[in-house]
């Protein structure tokens, strides 16, 4: 494609602002998008590790733990799925895996491709894991790994990690969480629930660009990893080398996202100056208010309140938006009112929309700006 195309098609692009209330991305804060803009230093620069030990201090306090491997994994929160199961798992290893979505069945996906033999512990999707199924799975299979989701995206459900995780120490195993949406929404508690590794996302309530993943591993999970009897099959999330560089002795390992990390690091800054107990209040008022808002207009919840998490919350459509098609509405939102909503995944495609109110999203404003083009699309004359 010739230049003066190319300069002319990207001139031509909508670059109308969008209100991403769907399950990630969520917006950005100007803040954020100026530390991104700022000038360039090398990944060994010492004033940039200086600044990535700072990251590395505020995750630790965001995951309420004292690992000393706490860092942003230089790729998407997949990523840092993968590099859990990857350390944690030699072929023929056993892992009970909570599969309640789309997510606990990526899990389980991504460890039987690393060779273990995985015992899946099937839950209804909008219901939580059955905490007593998860036990029994885990004594009778005395597993190396137990894995589950804390907060499943494809559902809206949240889990409590703290009965399946002490079962699953008390058998020997390492826990692995999946925080990708909770972390910065809800308390995390890594070292108080007993979890080995997790890993997390920065695009949803840390309201950053999308492309790093903080992940956080015990010195349980380091020891694991140096015992192995094969090689890690990833070199590029093989936590072995990627210690030499996140830790004391900065060993070149890759080339560092700087500019993502200096966005990060005025996220972590933004959570830290508002506080946890203030931001999750805020999530929780922000979903309550979707839900008076949105009822009069016939949507409900699909997940129960003690189990429902407030940054991203599944709706049953009502026939309204059913009878348009719930996916030419979703395109009208966008086109016509620049909101992104969310659809349903597997069993749920086309039943139900997920609406994210995730960081800088959590606002009672946004749940008025999505009712009101709700209110124009749904009218008798739309």
């Given amino acids: ?19 991403l209330m769907g399950p990630g ?15 360039l230093l090398g990944h060994l620069d010492p004033e940039f590790l200086h600044l ?6 505020s995750l630790r306090q965001l995951f309420s733990t004292q690992n000393r491997f706490t860092l942003p994994l230089s790729a998407t929160g997949s990523a840092g799925m993968e590099a859990c199961f990857v350390n944690l798992l030699e072929p023929g290893d056993r892992v009970v895996i909570g599969v309640n979505g789309v997510f606990g069945g990526r899990m389980a996906d991504v460890a039987q491709r690393a060779g273990a033999k995985v015992t899946r512990v099937e839950a209804h999707w909008g219901l939580p894991l059955d905490e007593e199924a998860m036990v029994a799975a885990i004594r009778s299979t005395q597993p ?17 990690p703290e009965t399946i995780a002490r079962a699953a120490r008390d058998q020997g195993a390492l826990v692995v969480l999946d925080c990708v949406t909770s972390l910065a929404g809800i308390p995390v508690d890594l070292d108080g629930w007993g979890i080995d ?7 949803k309530c840390l309201s950053c660009a999308p492309g790093l993943s903080p992940v956080s591993f015990s010195e349980r999970a380091i020891q694991a990893v140096s015992a192995r009897t094969h090689p890690v099959q990833s070199w590029f999330l093989d936590v072995g080398l990627l210690d030499g560089y996140y830790g004391g002795d900065r060993v070149y390992h890759h080339t560092a ?8 690091a005025q996220g972590l800054a933004r959570v830290e100056e508002e506080g946890m107990e203030k931001r999750t209040l805020r999530h929780k008022e922000a979903a309550a208010h979707l839900l008076e808002s949105l009822a009069p207009l016939g949507f409900s919840p699909l997940v129960a309140a003690e189990c429902r998490l407030p940054m991203l919350t599944t709706l049953n459509l009502p026939g309204s938006v059913t009878n348009q098609g719930e996916a030419n509405v979703r395109r009208s939102l966008l086109q016509n009112h620049g909101i992104e909503v969310g659809a349903g995944l597997g069993a749920l495609a086309g039943k139900v929309w997920r609406v994210g109110l995730m960081g800088e999203n959590a606002q009672t404003k946004s749940v008025d700006t999505l009712r009101s083009a709700l209110e124009a699309e749904l009218s008798p004359g739309a």
């Fill in 1 to 19: 494609m010739p230049a003066t195309e190319l300069t002319e098609n990207t001139e031509k692009t909508d670059s109308r602002p969008r209100l």
């Fill in 25 to 39: 991305p969520s917006n950005v804060h100007p803040s954020v998008l100026k530390a991104m803009a700022q000038p």
């Fill in 52 to 57: 990535l030990d700072g990251v590395q201090h």
């Fill in 144 to 160: 190396k790994v137990v894995a589950f989701v804390h907060a499943e995206t494809s559902t809206g459900v949240y889990q409590n």
């Fill in 197 to 203: 590794a997790a890993y997390s996302g920065t695009q």
């Fill in 257 to 264: 996202p700087i500019s993502a990390i200096f966005g990060l």
